[in-house]
């Protein structure tokens, strides 16, 4: 990884880079809000990364090291997870923590250090990166918007249940919430495993990671959620997940709800929005600033935000993401593919479908009309004039519609060059990609 003469090399994250980590990541992130003064969250949370956090390992860390003084002067962390949609298994890496020193920017430390990030999931097989972060900036490093990771409606404070007439349990037609408990730990994950043969994206935690969420992590942590459980007596049904304080802006933000069984949201929800209002107003007693509003970041569709009090809408933010390998992508989702048309009745009427991705392309290949297998194949010259070619579709696009983010009529709509050989091949690559909601809570 390291150029001859050059001043900064990139290497591999260790254990003993704890300390000047921290350190670095607390002077550079989010100093709008301390005032230009070190972050204790961003420290404790980069100190949580490299001591006992399930998902990561200390060389997961890239570095750049001036190698005048042996010091990072640059850095960011790829956090590997599994992603799950409708049983379909996506390793995912979510990036974060990117930061340089300000007396060594403007050398290109940010760009060196992804390049080193996408080879090494390229060498293993990570086919999805994801960030959040500055408008626009990791475009220009291969990223896009595609993915959205709210969308619900805020709810304002006076919406919730007034002072009085909630329960601190949050009770509601027998379900109750109480906090979580690392013995709850094995149902948690029970309740992801289920998620994931649903019909969203989402984040399973097994028992492990649930058990760190708990109780794993050090009190300043940025990233600490406090956990709750949605009980009936002693069975528990369900979880909700929200912030550890008020924002500045005087939100309590909500990442994650889900139960067991869809029949329980109308009860669950109105116990969970008593809850809340519990918490916002208890945390506004200890912040001394005014609890406002409680903040999903959960898709517009989600049960939490459809029975619940009517909120303000708001533009969704997006997810950044990446994929080098659009191909390996759309092999992954064969299982999902295959039953998507099983379930519309279409049958593909040729041996492949040709997908030219503007340089590369995939072939689909099928046996009686059921797809078999997914290749990587040299694209055509003039993808719109080929005769093989039955769809040209830019990588972005297809990276969209493989997540779900936007259906085919989309596409086509904004993306100009994507272009169809006939309506069959519209009508059916319609049915194979659908709008998929996002109810993802990463493991950071």
Not at 126 to 155: C, H, K, M, S, T
Not at 174 to 192: H, N, S
Request: aromatic letters at 6%; glycine letters at 8%; one cysteine or more.
């Amino acid at each position: 990884m390291t150029r001859e003469n050059d001043r900064y090399r990139i290497r591999p994250g260790r254990a003993s880079d704890v300390v000047e980590l921290a350190r670095l990541h607390a002077s550079v992130q989010l100093q709008a809000v301390t005032g230009g003064q070190p972050h204790p969250g961003i420290a404790a949370w980069v100190e949580d990364l490299l001591d006992g956090h399930p998902s990561v390992a200390a060389d997961d860390f890239l570095v750049a090291e001036d190698q005048s003084t042996g010091r990072p002067v640059a850095s960011l962390v790829g956090l590997r997870q599994d992603w799950g949609l409708t049983g379909v298994r996506l390793p995912v890496a979510q990036v974060e923590l990117v930061g340089t020193a300000p007396e060594h920017r403007g050398n290109r430390l940010t760009e060196r250090l992804f390049a080193a990030l996408h080879q090494r999931y390229a060498a293993v097989g990570v086919p999805i990166q994801v960030i959040e972060g500055i408008p626009y900036f990791y475009r220009r490093l291969g990223y896009d918007y595609a993915l959205a990771n709210d969308g619900a409606a805020p709810v304002p404070a006076a919406a919730l249940p007034a002072t009085g007439q909630d329960q601190p349990d949050g009770s509601s037609g027998g379900l109750t919430l109480r906090p979580a408990t690392v013995a709850d730990a094995d149902d948690l994950a029970d309740i992801d495993r289920r998620l994931v043969d649903g019909n969203a994206l989402v984040c399973p935690r097994d028992a492990e990671v649930w058990r760190y969420e708990i109780a794993g992590r050090r009190p300043p942590d940025i990233a600490r959620r406090v956990v709750a459980v949605l009980v009936h007596g002693t069975d528990v049904r369900g979880y909700l997940v929200h912030g550890a304080q008020l924002s500045t802006a005087g939100e309590l933000t909500v990442v994650a709800a889900a139960c067991k069984r869809p029949a329980d949201w109308p009860q669950a929800a109105a116990a969970v929005h008593a809850h809340l209002g519990h918490v916002g107003r208890r945390y506004e007693a200890s912040a001394g600033r005014p609890f406002a509003a409680v903040r999903l970041l959960l898709d517009p569709d989600h049960p939490l935000s459809r029975f619940g009090p009517l909120g303000v809408p708001r533009r969704p933010r997006g997810w950044y993401v990446r994929t080098g390998d659009p191909v390996g992508l759309l092999a992954r989702l064969q299982p999902l593919l295959r039953a998507r048309w099983h379930t519309a009745e279409l049958r593909w009427h040729e041996p492949a479908l040709n997908i030219d991705m503007y340089g590369r392309a995939a072939r689909l290949e099928f046996t009686h009309g059921e797809l078999t297998a997914v290749t990587s194949v040299p694209g055509a010259v003039s993808p719109s004039t080929d005769p093989h070619t039955h769809a040209a579709i830019p990588p972005g696009a297809l990276l969209q519609l493989a997540l779900g983010h936007r259906t085919l009529p989309e596409v086509l709509d904004t993306w100009p060059d994507c272009l169809l050989a006939d309506r069959f091949t519209e009508h059916f690559l319609t049915a194979a990609f659908p709008h998929v909601p996002v109810r993802v809570w990463p493991r950071n």
